[in-house]
C-alpha cells in the first residue's frame, strides 16, 4: 500500500501517540511493579506520568493543538472544562479533607 | 469563522472546506455538540474521582484495596484499550483517505475486539472481588471504587453497542454523511473513555498499589 | 391462589390499595388525609377533564401532530411555558396552605400533619425550582434566542423535544405521588441520612430522586443545545458583541446548566444507589459520608441559582432598553458583569453549609467570594438605571415588574450580604430568615423577569398583545403580596423561627405569620389576575392584534419578522452589520423590504421519538419508584429502542419550497405597507398593529 503525504502524516500521529502511550504506561506500571521510589514518589511518578499521557492523548489520538485556528473552539472548550474541574474536584478535597481532619 | 480549511484529521472524510455555509455549520455543530456532552459527562467522572479521594480511607474494617487489584489484570486491560483506541484512530485514518468501506469496517471489527476483551478482563476481575467479599454493599471505599470503575465500564459498553450499530448503518447506508459524523463522535467518545481510564489505572490501581 | 398473589406482587411492585389516595383517607379521615386525598382526586379530575374535552373536541390529532411532536423551538418553548403555569398552579397552592397551616397552628397542631406539612415544603421546593423556574426560563430562551441571534431552530432540534418531554416526565411523577403513594419528607434538597432506606422506607425520596434525576437530565440536554446555537447558528455577522443581552445571559445559563447539572445527577444517583443497591455512600454505617451528598448538591444548587436568575436579567435588559427608547447603558460592562457572575457562580458553593464543621479560613474563603458576587450584580443595576435616565420611559406592566425587581432584588441582596458573613449565618441559618432571603431573590430575579418576559414576547408568539389593565392588576397583587409575605419572615426569623416547622410555641408570632398568610393570598390573587389577563386578551385579540410583529418598537432581530412568526422565522437570513440589528434597518428604512432571492428552506420533519423516548424514561422511573422492575425494564427498553431507530432514519428534514416563502413574505409586506405606524405613547391602543413609528 503506497501512501501519499498527508497520509503518511496522519499515519505518524497515530503511530507517535500509540507509541508514546505505550512507554507512559509502562514506565509507571514499571514505577509500581518494581518499587522503583518511595511511596510518595512513586505517586508523584505515577501521577505525572498519566498527566502528560492524557495530554499525548488529546494531542495524538483527539487532535487538540494550540496552534491551528481550526481547533481552536475545542480547545478553548476544553481548557474551560479543565478549570470547571479542577475548582470543583480541588474544592471537594479541600472542603472534605478539612472537616475529616477535624472530627479526628 | 468562513476562511477555507484543508481537510482535517478531526472532521475526517467530510471535506468541509466544499459545502455551503449552512451544511458546514450543522455538520461541525453536530460534532462540538458531541464535545460539549462529553465535557458534561468528563463532570459526573470528576466528581466520582472525588468521592473516591474523600472515600479512600473507608474501608470499614472490610477487604482493603491493596489486596484486591492485581497489577497484572490491570495492566493487560490497560493494553488493551489503549490498543482499541489505536485501532480506532485507523478506522478514522480509512474514513479520510479512502472511499471504500473494507478498512474502516476492519479496523472498527479490531476496536471491538479489543473493547470487548477489555470489559471480559473487567468482569472477570470484578467478580473475583465479589467472590473475596469485596462488595459495593460491604464499605463506602467499594461503593465508591465499584461505581467508579462501573460507570467506565458501562460507557465502555454503551460504545461496544454503538460500534456494533455503526457496523449495521455501514452495511445499509454506505458512507453516507450521518454515518460519517456518528463515527467522528464515536471517535470522540472511545479516545475520551482511554483517557479516563489513564486516569483510573493511576489513581485508583497504581495509587492503590504504590501503598 | 398463591399463585395469584405472586403474579399481582411482581405487577404491582410495592402498591398495593393503600397506597391510593382514596383508600388512605378512607382509613384515616383527618383533615390533613382529606386535604391530601382532595389534591388527589383533583390530579385525576384534571386528567379526566382534559382528555375527555380533547376527545370531545376532537382534537387530539391537532395536538399530537402540531405540538406534542413538533421540533419548532417556538412551540417547544411554549409547550415548556404551558407546564410550568400547570406546575406552578399548584406549587402556589401548597404555599398558601403552609402559609395557612402556620398561621392557626400557634400552640395548635392545626389542620396539617407533621408528615403532610414535610411532603408540602418538599414538593413546593422541588416544583418551584425543577418545574416552574426551569421550564419557565428554558420556554423563554427557546423561543426568543434563535429569532434573535437570527437562526431558523436550535441546534439540536430533536434532542430539544427529548429534553422537554424529559421536564414533562418529571411533572407527571410529582403529580403521580399525589396519587399513587406519597412524595418526600426531605426538603428539596432531600438530605441523607434522613432520605435513606434506614430512616425512610417508603416511596416518597424515590419519587423525589427520580422527578429530580429527569429535570437534570432534561437541563443538561438543553444547555448543550443552547450553547451550541448561541456558539455556531449565529447568522452572519452577528458577532459575540453583537448579540442581544438575553441571548449573552442564555449562553451563560447553558453554560452553567452543562457543567452544573452534572453534579446533581452523581447526587440523585448515588442516593439512588444506596437505596436500591444498599451501597454506602451517604448512610451512617459502613464508611458513608453524607458530607459528601450536601457538597454535590450544592456545586449544582449554587450555580442553579444563577441559572435562574440570569436570564431574568436578560429579559429586564432588553424590557428596560425598549421601553425607555434608549439603547442599553454601558451593554460591555453588562456583558462583563454577567461572564464574571458565570465564573463566580462555581466558587461559592459552600456557603450553603456554613454550619457543616469545616475550619474558619474555609469559612471565610467562600464568605468572600460570595460577597464579591454581589459587585457585578450591582453593576447591573446601575446599567438599568442610567438606561432609563433619560429615556422615553413607558411604565407598561413588563416595566413596571422590571421596576419592582430593581427594588426588591437588592433588598434581597443586602440580605445576601449579611447570610455570607459565617457568625451572622451560624445565628440565622435554618430559620425563616433564609427562606424570606431566597424567596426575595427567586420571585424578583426569576418569577418577576419570566412574567415581563411572557408580556414581552407574548405578541411575538401569539399575534396579539395582553391586556394591559389586568397586567396592572397582576403587578400590584405580585408585588404587594410578596412584600407582606415574605418581610414579615425576616422578622420571624431574627425572631428565631425556624423553617420548616409545623406548629409553634410563641404566640408572638402568630401578628407576622397571619400578615405572611395575607401576602400568600395576595400573590394567589396575583396568579389569578395573570390567568384572568390570558382569558380576556384571548377573547379580545383581534382588536389587540399585531400581525406586522413589532409592537414595542423594539430593536432586536426577533422583531423584524411576522408575529406569530412562520415557521421557519426568517425568509432570509439577517446580515446584520451592528449591535440592535433592526433598529438600524427601520433607521435606514429598510426594515420591509422584499430580499432578492428567495431560497428552499430545509426544516427538520415532526418527530414523536422525543414524545416516546421523555415518557417511556419516566415510565421506567415510575417502574423504578414502585419496585415494579418489568415497567422499569420495558420503559429502558422503548427509551433505548427508539433512540436507536431513530438513529437509522434518514429522512428526517422536509424542504420548504422558495415560492412559498416568497408569497409568505410579500403578503407580509403588503401588510406592513397598509398598517399605520404608530408612535411609542399609541402603543398600548388598538390601533397598534405592530408597526412602529420610528422618530427621526
Redesign the interface.
Known amino acids: 500500500m503506497n501512501?501519499?503525504p498527508?497520509?503518511k502524516r496522519?499515519?505518524a500521529?497515530?503511530g507517535i501517540?500509540?507509541l508514546l502511550?505505550?512507554v507512559l504506561?509502562l514506565g509507571?506500571?514499571a514505577?509500581?511493579?518494581f518499587r522503583l521510589l518511595p511511596?510518595s514518589g512513586?505517586?508523584i511518578v505515577?501521577?505525572t506520568?498519566?498527566f502528560v499521557?492524557?495530554l499525548v492523548?488529546?494531542r495524538c489520538?483527539?487532535?487538540m493543538s494550540p496552534f491551528r485556528?481550526?481547533?481552536r473552539?475545542?480547545l478553548l472548550?476544553?481548557l474551560f472544562?479543565a478549570a470547571?474541574?479542577m475548582l470543583?474536584?480541588g474544592g471537594?478535597?479541600v472542603i472534605?479533607?478539612n472537616e475529616?481532619a477535624r472530627m479526628m | 469563522m468562513s476562511?477555507v480549511?484543508e481537510p482535517?484529521?478531526?472532521h475526517a472524510g467530510l471535506n468541509l472546506a466544499d459545502k455551503p455555509r449552512e451544511v458546514r455549520?450543522q455538520l461541525?455543530?453536530d460534532v462540538?455538540?458531541f464535545?460539549?456532552?462529553l465535557?458534561?459527562?468528563?463532570?459526573?467522572f470528576?466528581?466520582?474521582?472525588?468521592?473516591y479521594?474523600?472515600?479512600e480511607s473507608?474501608?470499614?474494617g472490610?477487604p482493603v484495596p491493596q489486596h484486591e487489584f492485581k497489577?497484572s489484570s490491570?495492566?493487560w486491560e490497560?493494553?488493551l484499550l489503549?490498543?482499541s483506541?489505536?485501532a480506532y484512530?485507523?478506522v478514522s485514518?480509512s474514513l479520510?483517505?479512502t472511499r471504500r468501506l473494507v478498512w474502516p469496517a476492519l479496523w472498527l471489527g479490531v476496536t471491538f475486539c479489543l473493547g470487548a476483551g477489555f470489559l471480559n478482563l473487567e468482569v472477570h476481575d470484578f467478580l473475583t472481588m465479589f467472590h473475596d467479599g469485596a462488595t459495593?454493599?460491604?464499605?463506602?471505599?467499594f461503593?465508591?471504587f465499584?461505581?467508579l470503575v462501573g460507570t467506565h465500564g458501562l460507557h465502555v459498553f454503551s460504545g461496544l453497542t454503538w460500534i456494533l450499530?455503526m457496523g449495521v448503518?455501514m452495511a445499509?447506508?454506505g458512507l453516507?454523511q450521518?454515518t460519517r459524523i456518528?463515527l467522528i463522535r464515536l471517535g470522540?467518545f472511545w479516545?475520551?473513555l482511554?483517557?479516563i481510564w489513564?486516569?483510573i489505572?493511576?489513581?485508583v490501581y497504581?495509587?492503590a498499589?504504590?501503598? | 391462589m398463591s399463585s395469584a398473589m405472586g403474579v399481582l406482587h411482581i405487577l404491582a411492585g410495592k402498591m398495593t390499595l393503600d397506597s391510593l389516595f382514596f383508600v388512605k383517607v378512607w382509613h384515616n379521615p383527618t383533615i390533613s388525609e382529606v386535604i391530601a386525598g382532595g389534591a388527589g382526586g383533583l390530579v385525576v379530575l384534571g386528567a379526566i377533564v382534559t382528555f375527555g374535552l380533547i376527545t370531545l373536541l376532537g382534537k387530539w390529532r391537532y395536538i399530537w401532530t402540531e405540538w406534542m411532536t413538533s421540533l419548532d423551538h417556538k412551540k417547544i418553548g411554549i409547550m415548556y411555558m404551558i407546564l410550568a403555569v400547570i406546575m406552578l398552579s399548584r406549587a402556589l397552592i401548597e404555599a398558601m396552605l403552609m402559609r395557612v397551616q402556620q398561621a392557626v397552628a400557634v400552640d395548635h397542631p392545626g389542620l396539617l400533619s407533621p408528615d403532610h406539612f414535610g411532603q408540602l415544603f418538599t414538593t413546593h421546593g422541588t416544583i418551584m425550582i425543577f418545574f416552574v423556574a426551569m421550564p419557565l426560563l428554558a420556554g423563554l430562551i427557546n423561543f426568543a434566542m434563535p429569532l434573535q441571534i437570527g437562526a431558523r431552530d436550535v441546534?439540536?432540534p430533536y434532542m430539544n423535544s427529548i429534553s422537554l418531554w424529559m421536564t414533562v416526565g418529571g411533572g407527571i411523577l410529582l403529580m403521580a405521588s399525589l396519587v399513587f403513594g406519597e412524595f418526600s419528607t426531605g426538603g428539596w434538597s432531600g438530605y441523607p441520612p434522613y432520605t435513606e432506606l434506614a430512616f425512610n422506607g417508603g416511596v416518597g425520596p424515590d419519587y423525589w430522586i427520580w422527578a429530580v434525576t429527569l429535570s437534570s437530565v432534561g437541563a443538561?440536554l438543553t444547555?448543550?443545545?443552547f450553547?451550541?446555537?448561541i456558539?455556531?447558528?449565529r447568522s452572519p455577522g452577528m458577532r459575540w458583541m453583537r448579540l442581544p443581552l438575553f441571548t449573552w445571559t442564555s449562553f451563560c445559563t447553558a453554560i452553567l446548566m452543562?457543567?452544573a447539572?452534572?453534579?446533581l445527577?452523581?447526587a440523585t444517583l448515588?442516593l439512588a444507589?444506596?437505596r436500591y443497591?444498599?451501597?454506602?455512600?451517604f448512610?451512617n454505617?459502613?464508611?458513608?459520608?453524607m458530607m459528601?451528598f450536601v457538597n454535590?448538591f450544592w456545586?449544582f444548587g449554587h450555580p442553579e441559582v444563577y441559572i435562574l436568575i440570569l436570564p431574568a436579567f436578560g429579559v429586564y435588559s432588553e424590557v428596560v432598553a425598549t421601553f425607555s427608547a434608549k439603547a442599553l447603558y454601558g451593554y460591555t460592562s453588562l456583558v462583563i458583569a454577567t461572564v464574571v457572575i458565570t465564573l463566580l457562580s462555581f466558587t461559592v458553593w459552600l456557603h450553603h453549609f456554613f454550619t457543616m464543621g469545616q475550619s474558619a479560613p474555609i469559612n471565610a474563603a467562600f464568605g468572600i467570594a460570595t460577597m464579591a458576587i454581589g459587585i457585578p450584580t450591582g453593576v447591573k443595576i446601575y446599567n438599568w438605571i442610567w438606561t432609563m435616565f433619560r429615556g422615553e420611559v413607558r411604565f407598561t406592566t413588563p416595566m413596571l415588574f422590571s421596576l419592582a425587581f430593581m427594588v426588591t432584588f437588592v433588598l434581597g441582596g443586602a440580605t445576601g450580604i449579611i447570610l455570607a458573613t459565617p457568625p451572622v449565618d451560624f445565628m440565622v441559618h435554618n430559620t425563616l430568615f433564609l427562606v424570606a432571603h431566597f424567596h426575595n431573590m427567586l420571585i424578583p430575579g426569576t418569577l418577576y423577569g419570566m412574567i415581563a418576559g411572557y408580556y414581552y414576547w407574548f405578541p411575538k408568539a401569539f399575534g396579539f398583545r395582553l391586556s394591559e389593565a389586568w397586567g396592572r392588576i397582576a403587578f400590584v397583587c405580585w408585588v404587594l403580596g410578596f412584600y407582606l409575605a415574605f418581610m414579615p419572615l425576616y422578622v420571624l426569623g431574627l425572631a428565631g423561627a425556624a423553617r420548616r416547622t409545623q406548629e409553634f410555641f410563641d404566640p408572638a408570632y402568630r401578628p407576622w405569620l397571619i400578615i405572611a398568610l395575607l401576602g400568600a393570598l395576595l400573590i394567589g390573587a396575583g396568579f389569578l389576575s395573570l390567568a384572568i389577563q390570558l382569558w380576556v386578551s384571548i377573547k379580545a385579540r383581534h382588536a389587540n392584534s399585531v400581525p406586522v410583529g413589532d409592537p414595542w418598537d423594539a430593536w432586536g432581530l426577533e422583531w423584524s419578522i411576522p408575529a406569530p412568526p412562520p415557521e421557519y422565522n426568517f425568509a432570509v437570513l439577517p446580515h446584520v452589520g451592528g449591535r440592535d440589528a433592526f433598529y438600524w434597518r427601520k433607521k435606514n428604512n429598510t426594515a420591509y423590504k422584499p430580499a432578492d432571492r428567495y431560497h428552499d428552506i430545509e426544516m427538520p420533519k415532526h418527530s414523536m421519538c422525543g414524545v416516546v423516548v421523555g415518557l417511556a424514561t419516566t415510565a421506567c422511573f415510575f417502574g423504578l419508584v414502585w419496585h415494579m422492575w418489568w415497567l422499569a425494564f420495558a420503559g429502558f427498553a422503548v427509551t433505548v429502542g427508539t433512540v436507536?431507530a431513530r438513529?437509522?432514519m434518514?429522512d428526517v428534514t422536509e424542504i420548504i419550497p422558495a415560492a412559498e416563502v416568497e408569497a409568505h413574505h410579500r403578503h407580509w409586506l403588503e401588510m406592513a405597507t397598509a398598517s399605520l405606524p404608530i408612535p411609542r405613547p399609541l402603543e398600548l391602543t388598538p390601533e397598534n398593529e405592530g408597526l412602529a413609528k420610528c422618530p427621526k
Open positions: 501512501m501519499s498527508s497520509q496522519d499515519f500521529t497515530y501517540g500509540y502511550a505505550v504506561t509507571s506500571f514505577c509500581v511493579f511511596q512513586t505517586l505515577v501521577f506520568l498519566a499521557q492524557v492523548h488529546l489520538f483527539l487532535h485556528r481550526a481547533a473552539d475545542d472548550l476544553l472544562s470547571i474541574i470543583i474536584v471537594t478535597l472534605l479533607f475529616r | 476562511e480549511r482535517e484529521l478531526r455549520e461541525e455543530s462540538f455538540g464535545w460539549v456532552f465535557m458534561s459527562d468528563a463532570v459526573i470528576a466528581l466520582l474521582f472525588s468521592i479521594g474523600t472515600m473507608a474501608t470499614a472490610g497489577i490491570a495492566f490497560t493494553a489503549l490498543t483506541s489505536f484512530g485507523m485514518l479520510k483517505h459495593p454493599e460491604r464499605s463506602g471505599y461503593s465508591s465499584f461505581v450499530l448503518q445499509l447506508f453516507d450521518r456518528n470522540l479516545h475520551f482511554d483517557i489513564v486516569v489505572f493511576s489513581v497504581l495509587g498499589l504504590a501503598r | 441546534a439540536f443538561m444547555g448543550i443545545n450553547a451550541v446555537t456558539y455556531k447558528f452543562i457543567f447539572m452534572p453534579p445527577t452523581v448515588l444507589a444506596d443497591l444498599g451501597m454506602h455512600f448512610t454505617a459502613l464508611g458513608g459520608n459528601n454535590l456545586l436507536i438513529s437509522f434518514r
